[in-house]
C-alpha cells in the first residue's frame, strides 16, 4: 500500500482504497464504502478529463465559427448552424464539471463512512478507550481527521467519550464484542421525542382505563348491594 491525496491509502497494484489497518477491511460495510469511493474516485478522473477535453473543443470550435464568418461573411442562420456544436459542447462540458463535484462528493461521504467503522471497530476492541491521536496513529490517518469523525460518531448511542487524567478524550464503544453490522445507528431526536410522546399516550391510556373499570366495579357492588 502507499499514501494517496485523496483516498488516503490505495493498493499499489490496483489503485483501490485500502486502509492501513487490514483487520478493518474484513467489515463487510468497510469493504462496501471503499470499493464505492474507489468507483467514484475513478470516475471523477475520467468526468474531468472528459470536461477539460470538451472544454477545449468547444472553445476551439468557437473560434473556428468566428473565423469563418469573419472570412466567409454566412448568414446568420448558417452561422448559427456552426456555432451551435461548440456551443453544445461547452454546455456538456458544464455537464461534466457538475458531475465531477458531485462524484468528488461521493467519494468523500463513502471514505469517511468506511473510516467510521473502521473507528467502531478499534474502539470496541479496546476496553478503558482510546484517544483521537492513538486512534489516528492505528489507522494512519490525519489526527484533524480523525477528531472529526469521531465527533460525528459521537451522537450515537453505541459511542462514549470521556476525559481522561491527564485531560484528553477517550472514545469507547459500549457494545463491545458485537459485530460492526449489528451496531445500532443513532436514533433522531425527533423520532425519539416521538416515541417518548406515543409511550406516555399508551400509559395514560392504560391509567384512565384502568381507573375506569375500578369505578364500574364499585358501581356494580353498589346496585348488587
Known amino acids: 500500500m502507499r499514501p494517496h491525496s485523496e483516498l488516503l491509502w490505495i493498493c499499489e497494484v490496483c489503485g483501490a482504497a485500502r486502509m492501513a489497518q487490514e483487520s478493518c477491511e474484513h467489515i463487510a460495510v468497510v469493504r462496501d464504502?471503499?470499493?464505492?469511493?474507489?468507483?467514484?474516485?475513478?470516475?471523477a478522473l475520467l468526468t474531468k478529463v472528459a470536461s477539460y477535453l470538451g472544454l477545449g473543443i468547444g472553445l476551439v470550435g468557437l473560434l473556428f465559427v468566428?473565423?469563418?464568418?469573419?472570412?466567409?461573411?454566412?448568414?446568420?442562420?448558417?452561422?448559427?448552424?456552426?456555432?451551435?456544436?461548440?456551443?453544445?459542447?461547452l454546455l456538456l462540458s458544464v455537464v461534466g464539471f457538475l458531475k465531477t463535484k458531485s462524484l468528488r462528493k461521493t467519494r468523500r461521504s463513502r471514505l469517511e463512512k468506511a473510516y467510521k467503522?473502521?473507528?467502531?471497530?478499534?474502539?470496541?476492541?479496546?476496553?478503558?478507550?482510546?484517544?483521537?491521536?492513538?486512534?489516528?496513529?492505528?489507522?494512519?490517518?490525519?489526527?484533524a481527521m480523525t477528531e472529526r469523525l469521531?465527533?460525528?460518531?459521537?451522537?450515537?448511542?453505541?459511542?462514549?467519550?470521556?476525559?481522561?487524567?491527564d485531560g484528553q478524550i477517550a472514545y469507547s464503544n459500549p457494545n463491545r464484542g458485537q459485530p460492526?453490522?449489528?451496531?445500532?445507528?443513532?436514533?433522531?431526536?425527533t423520532q425519539r421525542l416521538r416515541v417518548s410522546e406515543d409511550a406516555t399516550s399508551s400509559d395514560t391510556g392504560t391509567a384512565s382505563d384502568t381507573e375506569g373499570s375500578e369505578v364500574k366495579t364499585q358501581l356494580s357492588s353498589i346496585a348488587k348491594t
Request: charged letters at 20%; aromatic letters at 4%.
Open 33 to 43: 464504502d471503499l470499493r464505492a469511493a474507489t468507483h467514484a474516485h475513478k470516475l
Open 66 to 89: 468566428l473565423f469563418i464568418r469573419e472570412a466567409t461573411s454566412p448568414s446568420l442562420f448558417t452561422s448559427g448552424l456552426l456555432a451551435s456544436l461548440p456551443v453544445f459542447t
Open 117 to 143: 467503522s473502521g473507528l467502531l471497530e478499534l474502539m470496541s476492541k479496546s476496553a478503558a478507550g482510546a484517544t483521537p491521536h492513538q486512534l489516528a496513529k492505528t489507522l494512519s490517518i490525519d489526527v
Open 150 to 165: 469521531l465527533t460525528e460518531l459521537n451522537v450515537r448511542d453505541d459511542v462514549a467519550s470521556e476525559v481522561t487524567d
Open 180 to 189: 460492526i453490522e449489528m451496531l445500532p445507528s443513532a436514533q433522531p431526536a
